[in-house]
C-alpha cells in the first residue's frame, strides 16, 4: 500500500525557516517524479514544486522560486521541503504528492503551515 | 494555463447525473487534464487522468472527456458520497495549474 506522511508543519514568523518531510513507503520511491502541493484554509490547490526520481530536475511555481528548496534523500525514501523566507501567503497545508505518472496519483495526509506574526 | 471550472456549484440530488465543466485558457498539451475529488478535512483524490482515463478503484459511473481547451467530468448517478468538491488540473505545461473547483451539494 502505497503511503506518503508528511511533517514539520507548524507556526512560523514571517521571514522565517521551517522544513517539510515526507515519508514514503510501499513503492520504489527511487524511480518515481515527486512533488509538493498546497493548499490555502479554504482555497483550491497549487502546485509547489517537482523533483524528478533522481534528484537531477527541479520545477517551481514562480512565486517560491528562490525562497523553497525541493530535495529527496532516496535511501531513506524521503522528500523534503526548505522553505525560507516564509510570507503570510505562504500559510496552506502542504501535501507530498506522487506523480502517476504526470497527474498526482497518491497524496498524503498533509501538514500545516502557519506564518503568522 | 488558466483553467476555469463551471458551475461553482452544482445543486442535485442522489441518481441525477453531473456535468462538470473546464475550460483552459489555452490547448493542454497531450490532454494531459486531470480530475480530483476533495471531501472535507481529506486530500484530494484522483479520480480521472490523460482527460479520459479512470485511476485505480474508481466506479466506472466518473467519466471524463473532452480535448484542446474544453474537458468534462460526468458522473452518471451521484451517490451519497460523490458529493465533495472537484477539481481539474493540467500537467502538459508547466506551471502546472488547477482549477478553482466545482462543490457539488445535495439538493
Known amino acids: 500500500e502505497v503511503q506518503l506522511v508528511e511533517s514539520g508543519g507548524g507556526l512560523v514568523q514571517p521571514g522565517g525557516s521551517l522544513r517539510l518531510s515526507c515519508a514514503a513507503s510501499?513503492?520504489?520511491?527511487?524511480?518515481?517524479?515527486m512533488s509538493w502541493v498546497r493548499q490555502a484554509p479554504g482555497k483550491g490547490l497549487e502546485w509547489v514544486a517537482n523533483i524528478k526520481y533522481d534528484g537531477s530536475e527541479k520545477y517551481y511555481v514562480d512565486s517560491v522560486k528562490g525562497r523553497f528548496t525541493i530535495s529527496r534523500d532516496n535511501a531513506k525514501n524521503s522528500l523534503y521541503l526548505q522553505m525560507n523566507s516564509l510570507r503570510a501567503e505562504d500559510t496552506a497545508v502542504y501535501y507530498c504528492?506522487?506523480?502517476?505518472?504526470?497527474?498526482?496519483?497518491?497524496w498524503g495526509q498533509g501538514t500545516l503551515v502557519t506564518v503568522s506574526s | 494555463i488558466v483553467l476555469t471550472q463551471s458551475p461553482g456549484t452544482l445543486s442535485l440530488s442522489p441518481g441525477e447525473r453531473a456535468t462538470l465543466s473546464c475550460r483552459a485558457s489555452?490547448?493542454?498539451?497531450?490532454?494531459?487534464l486531470a480530475w480530483y475529488q476533495q471531501k472535507p478535512g481529506q486530500a484530494p483524490r484522483l479520480l480521472i487522468y490523460?482527460?479520459?482515463s479512470r485511476a485505480t478503484d474508481i466506479p466506472d459511473r466518473f467519466s471524463g472527456s473532452g480535448s484542446g481547451t474544453d474537458f468534462t467530468l460526468t458522473i452518471s448517478r451521484l451517490e451519497p458520497e460523490d458529493f465533495a468538491v472537484y477539481f481539474c488540473q493540467q500537467y502538459g505545461n508547466s506551471p502546472w495549474t488547477f482549477g478553482q473547483g466545482t462543490t457539488v451539494q445535495i439538493k
Open positions: 510501499g513503492f520504489t520511491f527511487s524511480t518515481y517524479w
Open positions: 504528492a506522487r506523480r502517476t505518472p504526470g497527474a498526482f496519483g497518491y
Open positions: 489555452r490547448s493542454v498539451s497531450n490532454s494531459y
Open positions: 490523460g482527460a479520459s
